[in-house]
């Protein structure tokens, strides 16, 4: 998975950061899951967060 900081660094309502642990346990999660069914559950959790910066997420399994 690669990605940019716009993701960790997007803003919850509650003033707290979107950060590397909540994408760890999102990641983990659904690890069983396929590349784009992990993407997914990443921008949807990240649909209420302001993100002042841009938002780029690659996300790759073996097969």
Known sequence: MLY??????AWGKDGKMFG??????IVESYGGKSA???HAAILNSL????KPDDVTLL???RV
């Open 47 to 50: 649909k209420d967060y302001d």
């Open 36 to 38: 784009a069914e992990i």
């Open 4 to 9: 940019t900081d716009g993701i960790t660094e």
């Open 59 to 61: 996300v790759m399994k």
């Open 20 to 25: 590397e642990e909540r994408l760890i346990k």
